[in-house]
Structure formats: C-alpha cells, structure tokens
C-alpha cells in the first residue's frame, strides 16, 4: 500500500472519501475547503485501520467475541464484557512495520511534536440519519510520537466500544462492515470553546451557542458547566441567557488537560464578548447553508479568531423521533460524577436501608389487628417499591466505577487477561462473604458435634440456650431467614426448614479451604500505580478506592434489599397464617397476602428442562468467561426454591443469575454457569471471591443441562462442555 493510502493531508480528502477519512475528516476537509479556518490536520484512513486488524488477525477474534451469543439477545453487561476484551486486543496488538514507518513519516515532520488532539473519524458515522458524537474516543493534549501512536490504537478500540456497539444495533448498521479513520490535529489552545447548534433541538425557531472557558472538553465531559444562549435563528437575536455557574476551565497540562480556576471572567456574563456571539451565530448558519442542513458545529475561539474543529448534523430534534444515542453515552459515567455517587450512596441510602430493616424487625406482629396487619404489609410493600426505585436508579449506575477502573488499568497495563484487573478489587469486605462466613461457623458447630447433627436430621432443634441455638438466632436477626426470604416460604415451617438441611450438607462436607491467595494483590496495586505519577498518581489511588466500593456495592446492595424484603416477607408470613385458621377471613388482609405472594423469585422465564429421556450428544455451550478455573461435575439447575434445598457439595450451579440473596450455597460448588451474563453480576463477583470457575451467559444452558449432568466448566475461555471426557451421552442421575 502506498503512503497515501493510510495517511492523507487534510486538503487532498475528497468530498465522496467517506470510506477513507470518516465523517468527521470529510466534514472537516470540507469547512476547510469552503474558507473556514480549522487545525492543521492528517487524517489516518480507514486503510490503516483495516492494514492493522488484518495484520493481527483482528476481525475473526472480534466476530468470535460478538457471536458468543445473539447481539440481540445479549444484556448491555454482557456487551460491555466484550467490548472490554476486544479493547484489549487492539492495546496487545503489534504494529505492522510498514504501516507503523508509514504513520512515523508522516507525523515526525512536527505535527507529533506539539500538542495534539486523536479525533475518532468511523466510515460509518455523521450521517444525515444518526450522530456517533460521543459514542468513539478522542484524546486531547496528547504528546509524543510513541504516545500519538499509542491513542490512535485506543480511537480505533474505541468503534467496539459498549455505547457504539448499541447504537449500531439500533441503527441496523454491521459491526462487520465498520471502519474507523483517525484525525490528527494540532491543539488550538483557545481562551473559549463551545458547540454551536444552528438548530434548537428543542425548538425550530431557535439556535443555541454554548461555551465554557478554556478547552471544549470540560463541556464534552460535563465538567464545567457552560453559558448557554438561546438565539432568534432568522435575526440572531438573544432571547435568553444562562451564565456560567462557576468560573473554571479546563486547560493542557503536561500531558492530558487539568480543570483550573478561570481568573480572566470578572463575571457571569459568558467568555463571547462583543460581537464575537453575533460573528459566530453568522459563521454557524453559514456552515448550515453550505451542508445543506442543520449542523452541529463545535469551535474555539484564540486571538479573536474563530476556528472550527468540526461539524455534523443534527439527527436528535423535536420531530426526530428515536435516536437513543443520549442513553448509550450514559453508560460512560466520569470518575467526578460517580465520587459524587458514592458519597450519597454510602452516607444516605445505606444508613437508611440499615434503619429501616432493623425498625421493622422491631414491629411486633403477631399483636397486630387483622386490619391494621393489612396496613402494615401495604406499607412495606410501598418501602419495598421504594427501595426498588433506588436501586435502579442509583445502585446499579455505581457499577460503572468497575467499568471504569477496568478501563483504566487494561490501558495502561495491557495485561494477558483482560480481567486482570479484578485481581485489586476481590477480598473486599462484603456482606454476603460475612453472611457465609457465619454460616460456616455455624455448620462448623454441627460438624464438630454429633448429637446436635443426629437431633437436627430428626428435626429436632436444640432448646433455645444452647450455643448453636443462639448462633442460629443471632443469624435470623441480623440476615432473616434464609428459609423465607430464599428458599421458599411456607406456613408453619421452623426458622430453620432449608437453612437446617443447608447446614447439615455443610457439615458433611469437608471445611472451607477459603478463597485461594490473589496473585499478589499488593503488588498488583504497586504496578498499578506505579504508571501515574503526581497528581495522576493520586486519582489512580482514589479510582481503584472507588472501583473497590463500587465491586463491593454490586454484592452489598442486594443483601441490603433482601433484609427489608425478608420484613414484607415474615408479615405476610403471619397474615398467611391467620387466614388459613380464620373462620371469616379479613377481606383487607386476604387482598395484601394475595398481593404479595410468598415466592422466592428463583423462578425465570428460562426455557424448560428436557425431557428425561431426551439423549443428549456431548457438545460445548458458549457464553462469556467470567471466573478462571475448570472444573468438572454433576449440575445442579437451581429453577425454583426447592432445588435450593437439595443442593450438594461439589455440584455445578446452573441457574439464569445467582441473586446475592442465595450465594449461601456458593461454598458447596465447585462452579457456577448462568444464562444471563456479565463479569459484573453477582454469580460472578461471588465465584472471583471464592476462586471458583464461572460462566456467564450461556442462553441454552438450562434447556441443555439437567440436575445429575456431568458437565466440565472452563472459566478460561467461556465455555461448558456437556457430558463425560470420553464422550458418553449423559445418563439423568438426579440426586435430589
């Protein structure tokens, strides 16, 4: 391939290259061509892009990674798995040398030396119907040749990304047939920047100019909260304004950019002065008439000049109907945004959740009228609902601390295994490991003591002052009970049902080794930071704390959940009870009970079991690798509560997701594979912890597997093999 084919100066794009330079670089090529003043550029064509995944056999590995499963079948957890793995694979992968001695040449002759910007340019995006803004990388303030290099790498990482990915699937556009094209721009560095939209989205009527001191990336990112002018699109006219709240900017450092005070702005009044606004409302309709349409224009204004770093159109208006493009960039949260998060998370809701389980474990309910019963359990099924709310809205975006972190350290790392950097984030304190470890010391009781274990097979509870008796209590009241708010519900059972039989196989089997030695976490966390250094060193500190208390977060949040629910659940517990010997039912208390069944949730939507006699071929499932680790034995496919309950030591456990409610099993497998996916849901944050392979997202799994297979759990690579090594079919042998 010749030079041109993958670098090109900016003026020799033609206005139909959009397979060559992207809609970015040809928008740009054209503002340049039309007299508009814009960064010294080179383009890096999608022929470089292709000359590197082709090298490195790149696109059979990613196909490989999106077809584990059916795009369209697949949780955005299980999109962001694979997006982190190919993420990976383009940061390992070696440069070809003549594409490497291509780029090399074409930038040594200055442009690499200065500051510069990495703008994403896909083939595929910019286009009158859809607007990839956000969803691909761009780097500002980037140095060096090597580095250059090394940040074009990620903007190509970057078309695989969680969020892009989404949007091509909403847009019907083929992962197989995207490219991405490359800008590389001399830093401008501009007193005011902003984004300019020639269109209102929100109103035709209106134009709107945003802009924010120093670079345009503090607006990009949302770290600086920008002047807003709401403009008359015929006369230019300003028919509202929004100053600035706080005066700061974000500005080059070193390398990378820093928000610093802005001391130039002696006021709110917006960093556009004089006629600077009207000279700029000019130049963006201008670029609108040339386009054809209404434009996104992003500028930045240095030595009283505008110049113009891109433009594209506007997809998202009033009348534009379904773009979701918004939701997808809301999948990346900043490290300032998910601080904020966790402050509220940790000193809010947390205590609250704590206090309110405990105020209603206090409520004596057996003194309860029938009606004001009834009363009660609506009231906790509202502070349920309440809790639910808050979960999805702010518990579940927490975990993108992971995602982040992960981000982080794979970039600058580029480890073997994509998932290394989990290694610094198990061994945390969580609730559930606590639970299980009191579950432990429990059963630990009944292995060491004969006649407890005899009585307790009989069914025979110890009187209420024996040690194991008030261990068992002490556990009731600070978890509930397993039996109910997991294992099923039933009238009349002892605290004790399930939870007993649990800890009778627990005793059995022989004592929990533990979770193995981390690969020498500490000095993971040593390399780790050691790749910052000054202040960037303390936010790689303060990342990896908040990643810790996000992945803890992901365990926590449920057992917070499943103590307030346990509290609706033994309400409705005793309500149950007085209706099945009440001569005239209350009407109000037999219309709560019906509302809120006594279920453990365990049961799903997933496909039924074969039939018993269906013979099964030795064959491999696929899904995400989640746990390393192998390991071989019979499957227990946990459907319902009961399968809870005749749950062996060393089985597998198959099931659609391990709900942090009933990890209490965990310490008996000796795997775990789910039908949903993701490295960050709770079966496989509980089998990182306890160093078990695991699974996840394996759509077949429970149509396929039946309670007694013999399956072979491969954590490394993803897969579950079915049957015996030599091949044999599987004979149904349910121990249950």
């Known amino acids: 391939m010749s030079v041109e084919a993958f670098v090109l100066p900016l003026d020799t794009v033609a206005p139909d290259g959009l397979a060559q330079a992207g809609g970015k670089g040809c928008n740009l090529a054209r503002l340049a061509a039309e007299g508009l003043r814009v960064p010294p550029t080179l383009v890096v064509t999608a022929a470089a892009y292709r000359r590197f995944v082709e090298a490195n056999g790149l696109e059979d590995r990613i196909l ?90 990620k903007v190509w990482a970057s078309l695989w990304s969680d969020a892009a990915l989404l949007y091509r699937q909403e847009l019907g556009l083929s992962p197989a047939r995207s490219d991405m094209a490359v800008l590389v721009q001399t830093l401008i560095p501009g007193t005011c920047s902003g984004v300019a939209f020639s269109v209102n989205p929100l ?126 960039l809301s999948l990346r949260r900043s490290y300032d945004n998910l601080c904020a998060l966790r402050r509220k998370i940790e000193s809010e809701f947390i205590p609250e959740m704590v206090h309110t389980a405990e105020a209603l474990a206090q409520t004596d309910l057996e003194a309860l009228t ?76 009944v292995r060491g003591d004969a006649d407890l274990a005899e009585s307790l097979r009989q069914g025979r509870l110890p009187a209420a002052d024996h040690p194991f008796q008030r261990a068992l209590d002490e556990f009731l009241a600070a978890y509930g009970d397993l039996s109910s708010s997991v294992t099923g519900d039933r009238a009349g059972d002892l605290p004790g049902g399930n939870l007993i039989a649990l800890l009778i196989e627990m005793a059995a089997a022989p004592q929990a080794a533990g979770r193995p030695a981390a690969m020498a976490p500490a000095r993971a966390e040593a390399e780790f930071l050691a790749c910052f250094k000054g202040e960037e060193r303390q936010w790689a500190a303060g990342l990896l704390d908040l990643a810790r208390a996000s992945y803890r977060l992901r365990d926590d949040d449920n057992i917070h959940l499943g103590r307030i629910e346990a509290q609706l659940r033994r309400a409705v517990r005793v309500g149950s009870r007085r209706l099945e010997s009440a001569v005239a039912p209350d009407s109000a208390l037999e219309e709560m009970v019906a509302r809120f069944p006594l279920s453990s949730g365990l049961a799903s939507a997933s496909p039924a079991p074969p039939p018993k006699t269906a013979a099964l071929k030795a064959r491999q499932l696929v899904g995400q690798p989640a746990g390393p680790g192998l390991a071989r034995g019979r499957a227990r496919v946990v459907r319902s509560s009961d399968d809870l ?92």
Request: charged residues 25%; glycine residues 10%.
């Open 64 to 153: 490989l990674e999106l077809n584990r499963k059916a795009f369209e079948d697949m949780r955005w957890e299980e999109i962001w798995d694979a997006a982190l793995r190919i993420r990976n694979l383009f940061l390992r992968a070696a440069w070809p040398s003549d594409l490497k001695q291509t780029l090399v040449q074409a930038l040594r002759p200055g442009l690499a030396d200065g500051p510069t910007v990495i703008r994403s340019s896909a083939t595929s995006e910019d286009s009158a119907g859809a607007s990839f803004a956000g969803l691909h990388e761009s780097y500002v303030n980037i140095r060096g040749l090597g580095s250059v290099l090394e940040h074009v790498r």
């Open 645 to 736: 309950g005749r749950f062996r030591s060393g089985e597998i456990l198959i099931c659609d997701a391990v709900d942090p409610n009933m990890t209490f099993v965990v310490p008996l497998t000796a795997g775990i594979v789910e039908r949903r996916g993701g490295m960050l849901i709770h079966g496989a944050i509980i089998a990182r912890e306890y160093g078990l392979p695991c699974v996840t997202g394996v759509p077949e799994i429970m149509r396929f597997v039946a309670s007694g297979d013999v399956v072979t759990v491969d954590g490394y690579l993803g897969i579950v093999i079915l049957g015996n090594a030599d091949g044999d079919d599987n004979a149904r042998n349910d121990r249950g």
């Open 370 to 445: 029938d009606a004001d019963l009834a009363a009660e359990i609506k009231r906790r099924g509202d502070i349920n609902h309440h809790w639910g709310n808050v979960y999805y809205a702010e518990f579940i975006p927490f975990a993108h601390g992971v995602r982040l972190f992960g981000q982080v350290y794979n970039d600058a790392l580029k480890p073997r295994d994509p998932y290394a950097f989990a290694t610094l984030l198990t061994a945390t304190p969580m609730e559930s490991l606590a639970r299980n470890r009191r579950l432990e010391g429990l059963a630990d009781r």
């Open 203 to 328: 109103d035709p009527r209106q134009a709107v100019v945003e802009a924010v001191p120093g670079l345009n990336q503090g607006l990009v990112d949302g770290r600086i909260q920008p002047a807003r002018w709401i403009l008359d699109r015929d006369s230019g006219e300003v028919l509202a304004f929004t100053p600035a709240d706080e005066h700061e900017a974000v500005l080059p450092d070193e390398q990378g950019t820093v928000v610093r005070a802005a001391p130039s702005l002696p006021d709110r009044g917006g960093c556009l002065k004089g006629q600077a606004l009207a000279r700029l409302f000019g130049a963006v309709r201008e670029i609108e008439a040339r386009f054809g349409g209404p434009q996104d224009v992003e500028w930045t204004l240095a030595d009283e000049n505008f110049t113009f770093l891109q433009a594209r159109p506007i997809t998202a208006t009033v009348d534009g109907g379904r773009d979701q493009r918004g939701w997808y």
